[in-house]
């Protein structure tokens, strides 16, 4: 089992540009969330879903939209990228809502 | 609104000492979980405990221990006789009821803990 995985691992994007984060899980989990971690800030719930075809908002949602069209994957896309998106990206995945959650590596995103 | 606070920014201690990390929480749910996680210095979060707010008993695994104190609305987590593998950035959270306009997961800013050999 690959667990959580992640996709890309690094990305630079520039002021206005979009892209989307995978985030694929194999453990046929319900759950799976999207956190942003920032120097000094801890970790902060962006999106979360509930179910395929589900999503719904978190803590800091403004600037990211999500898909769930498959169990087992949770697309977390910026439509234009600002600097204030530099962050660490994180996945999670679980079986029962708001228990034990499994992370993927991160995604290391820089906006210039 | 509910809020997690860890206030101890950084910890240094040196091998074999016990340290504990404090985490104060605030919600206005009877119903709420608290959650520890680890981040050590490869950057991956490891799920550590979840207590529910029903149970006040406190929980040893091997090292690490959680007193768990709702008169003071505390959940602090202690490794008993450090190692250097326990260096990492401790994180607490919360989840409560998830009533309208509540974030449903709330993480503490974390601690991070250095154990010196």
């Known amino acids: 089992n690959a667990g959580v995985t992640q996709t890309p691992k690094f990305r630079v994007l520039k002021t206005g540009q979009s892209m989307t984060l995978l985030c694929a899980q194999d453990?046929?989990?319900?759950?799976m969330y999207w956190y942003r971690q920032d120097p000094g800030m801890g970790l902060r719930l962006i999106h979360y879903s509930v179910g395929e075809g589900t999503t719904a908002k978190g803590e800091v949602p403004d600037g990211y939209n999500v898909s769930r069209l498959k169990k087992q994957n949770f697309l977390l896309g910026l439509e234009s990228a600002a600097p204030s998106q530099t962050s660490v990206y994180f996945c999670?995945?679980?079986?029962?809502?708001?228990?034990?959650?499994?992370f993927g590596p991160g995604t290391r995103l820089t906006v210039l | 609104a509910q809020k997690v606070t860890q206030a101890q920014t950084e910890i240094s201690v040196v091998e074999k000492e016990d340290v504990t990390l404090d985490c104060v929480y605030e919600t206005r749910d009877t119903t709420y979980y608290l959650f520890w996680y680890k981040q050590p210095p490869s950057g991956e979060l490891v799920f550590l405990i979840r207590?529910?707010?029903?149970?006040?008993q406190n929980e040893i695994s091997g090292r690490y221990s959680w007193n768990f104190q709702k008169s003071t609305s505390s959940f602090n987590f202690t490794i008993t006789a450090s190692q250097v593998v326990d260096s990492a950035v401790y994180f607490c959270a919360l989840s409560d009821n998830h009533h309208s306009g509540n974030t449903p997961l709330v993480f503490g800013k974390g601690t991070r803990l250095s154990v010196i050999a």
């Open positions: 999670a995945s679980g079986k029962i809502l708001w228990n034990e959650q499994f």
């Open positions: 207590r529910n707010s029903f149970d006040e």
């Open positions: 453990m046929n989990h319900e759950y």
